[in-house]
């Protein structure tokens, strides 16, 4: 007969395998999961459009975001960080993104959703490269899983550009 302490760790050895074992199938279902979300957004208007005192430009818009990710939702899903960032070309860099609107999407249910914002964030160029500027809006997500890797990715949304002249 085995003792208690024998059994009791042999109990545990199978526990802990067992639930290594739950881990390994979540985060490999997840990886079965192939998700097909979906976002557009629409500027509505620009606010305004100025060149500040230190030389830099600044945009505020108002645009509308409408977006289904709950495909990115799985029983393994603790929740997905959702940014909205507006992307464009300058002759210094080939990518400068400004972050202009993020959201932290806890139930799938919330994951479908169609919102008017203006920027949270400021959306400010490091020096006078706006006028005129083609630009992306792009739609970052980064899923945080109960277990496993983490995971990114984007929706590239183009074709849009700011006004001429600044108002
Ligand atoms: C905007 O998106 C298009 C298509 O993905 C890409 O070719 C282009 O380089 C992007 N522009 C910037 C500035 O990121
Ligand atoms: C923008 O979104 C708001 C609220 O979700 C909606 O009432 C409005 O009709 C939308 N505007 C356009 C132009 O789609």
């Not at 709950?70 to 960032?85: C, E, G, I, P, Y």
């Amino acid at each position: 007969m085995h003792s208690f302490g024998y059994r009791a760790n042999a109990l545990f050895t199978f526990a802990v395998t067992i639930l290594a074992f739950m881990c390994a199938i979540a985060s490999f279902s997840d990886t079965l999961n192939s998700p097909t979300p979906t976002a557009h957004v629409q500027v509505l208007s620009i606010n305004r459009f100025q060149k500040r005192p230190d030389g830099d430009d600044e945009v505020s818009m108002t645009f509308n975001i409408s977006a289904n990710l709950r495909s990115l939702f799985t029983w393994n899903t603790k929740q997905v960080f959702v940014f909205l960032a507006a992307e464009y070309e300058t002759s210094k860099n080939s990518l400068n993104q400004v972050s202009l609107w993020d959201y932290i999407i806890l139930e799938k249910e919330d994951a479908y959703f169609r919102i008017r914002s203006t920027n949270k964030y400021r959306f400010i160029d490091q020096g006078s490269n706006l006028r005129g500027k083609d630009f992306n809006l792009t739609l970052h997500w980064h899923v945080m899983p109960k277990t496993g890797k983490m995971f990114a990715d984007k929706i590239v949304m183009t074709g849009y550009r700011l006004p001429e002249v600044y108002r």
